[in-house]
């Protein structure tokens, strides 16, 4: 399978460049030339098969022509070792929980494929640097996902001040081959100062550099491992899906699925007050601008990476993307009155993330539909915000008890690439 740029002015690649790179010479973002579709078949027996084997299939179809095929299986059986089940928080709604991984966010499966797949790639060539920007949630899955990798360093990039306490904990106790970098500002610096390293000949030049945010293929791609097996759990297709999105990597995959043959009947996207997106699709015009915080961190983008990988799936048209796609912004009083009024209904406990979710679904489907949200994060990685909302203590579960035992390790840096890339150079 090759790849070409979404900007159009570099040259092709081939599935172990776009995986070693992440970002193409002219700063585009990788796609596959083409997306194929399954056999009816595989769609007809799929709730009979495992996560694992439902996922080696679909993986197959993006990957199958560069790895082979029992090393392949062997790497979606090694990222899938826990399940993502689907639950019923209310007649015709349903929670896809994604947060049953190691750090219990649903990045884990994208960081812990791509850990294995950039190891395949490039085993015994010698050091090979990762770099994240998070805003949240993908720092602690990555940095969990490669840590103690062989052969491969990863530097953290998060905004000072604005990630979970917990969410930190995660990333910057571990050590080892992980570095995590404090930076004096938003998550858009973070992720302009990684892709600026990606574009800097000179740096390049002295390190191999990689990134593991969702603009690398290897770590958007698997996410579509989660809507084939919500259906499958379902039983039946034709279900709504709601995706709380902020960078768009999750919503993306779940668009590629589709053109697989995900019976899937449409999509929504669940915006926090960065509404971009949910602007685009009113308008038809993209404009991005600098992030806002709010509780839903993991959401708080201005100019969402993956906005160029949908823009390009769908033509450059507007009017396309909207057939397939609707939209939805909620203010941080709302996600609380979300989190708040279904705890009380329900008994179920949303994170701030998955209240966008399980609210744009509520108010999105019609009459007789069936649909499922997906619950991006355990709430009890925003134990103090949820508290707060609920009046009531959240358990943390063991996972992250332990991550907060550790002592925190991080460099603190200005969001100015020459002290990032002096930094780099000198690490």
């Not at 100062?193 to 770590?219: C, H, P, Q, W, Y």
């Not at 160029?308 to 799936?313: E, P, S, T």
């Not at 993307?321 to 009083?333: H, M, P």
């Not at 358990?395 to 992250?400: G, I």
Request: hydrophobic share 40%; net charge negative.
């Amino acid at each position: 399978m090759m790849y070409y740029s979404t900007n159009g002015k570099a040259p092709k690649a081939g599935l172990r460049k776009a995986v070693t790179k992440g970002l193409a010479e002219d700063r585009g973002l990788y796609m596959p030339e083409s997306i194929k579709r399954l056999p009816d078949e595989f769609f007809r027996t799929m709730g009979s098969r495992s996560f694992v084997d439902n996922s080696a299939r679909v993986a197959e179809a993006f990957f199958g022509e560069d790895v082979p095929s029992d090393e392949l299986y062997r790497i979606v059986s090694e990222t899938l070792s826990f399940d993502c089940p689907l639950r019923e928080v209310e007649p015709g709604i349903f929670a896809l929980e994604l947060f049953h991984g190691p750090t219990l966010a649903f990045k884990d499966v994208g960081a812990r494929f791509m850990a294995r797949l950039l190891r395949h790639f490039t085993g015994g060539e010698g050091d090979i640097n990762v770099l994240v920007a998070t805003s949240g949630d993908t720092g602690s899955a990555v940095a969990n996902g490669f840590l103690g990798v062989e052969g491969i360093r990863v530097f953290v990039l998060y905004p000072k001040g604005k990630v979970s306490p917990i969410q930190e904990c995660q990333f910057t106790t571990l050590g080892q081959n992980v570095t995590a970098l404090e930076i004096d500002g938003t998550f858009d610096d973070c992720q302009a100062l990684v892709k600026a390293a990606f574009v800097d000949e000179g740096l390049n030049a002295s390190m191999r550099l990689t990134s593991a945010n969702s603009i690398n293929v290897a770590r958007f791609l698997p996410q579509a491992f989660y809507y084939f097996h919500a259906v499958a759990q379902l039983g039946t297709g034709d279900a709504v899906c709601c995706v709380p999105s902020g960078n768009f990597g999750n919503i993306c995959a779940a668009l590629f699925g589709r053109r697989m043959g995900l019976p899937v009947k449409r999509f929504i996207a669940a915006n926090n007050a960065n509404s971009v997106f949910y602007e685009f699709l009113q308008t038809g015009e993209y404009r991005p601008r600098p992030s806002v915080q709010t509780i839903a961190n993991a959401m708080d983008v201005g100019d969402p990476s993956n906005f160029a990988r949908i823009w390009d799936l769908y033509g450059h048209s507007p009017e396309a993307i909207r057939a397939d796609v609707s939209g939805a912004t909620y203010s941080d009083a709302q996600i609380e009155n979300t989190i708040r009024d279904c705890y009380a209904r329900t008994g179920y406990l949303l994170d701030p993330h998955g209240a966008c979710g399980y609210r744009a679904l509520k108010e999105g489907l019609q009459p007789g539909e069936t649909g499922f949200f997906c619950e991006t994060a355990h709430p009890a990685k925003f134990k103090d915000t949820v508290e707060r909302i609920i009046g009531a203590p959240v358990a943390v579960p063991e996972r992250l008890a332990a991550f907060m035992k550790g002592e925190k390790k991080s460099v603190a840096l200005p969001a100015d690439f020459a002290a990032f890339r002096e930094f780099l150079l000198t690490a």
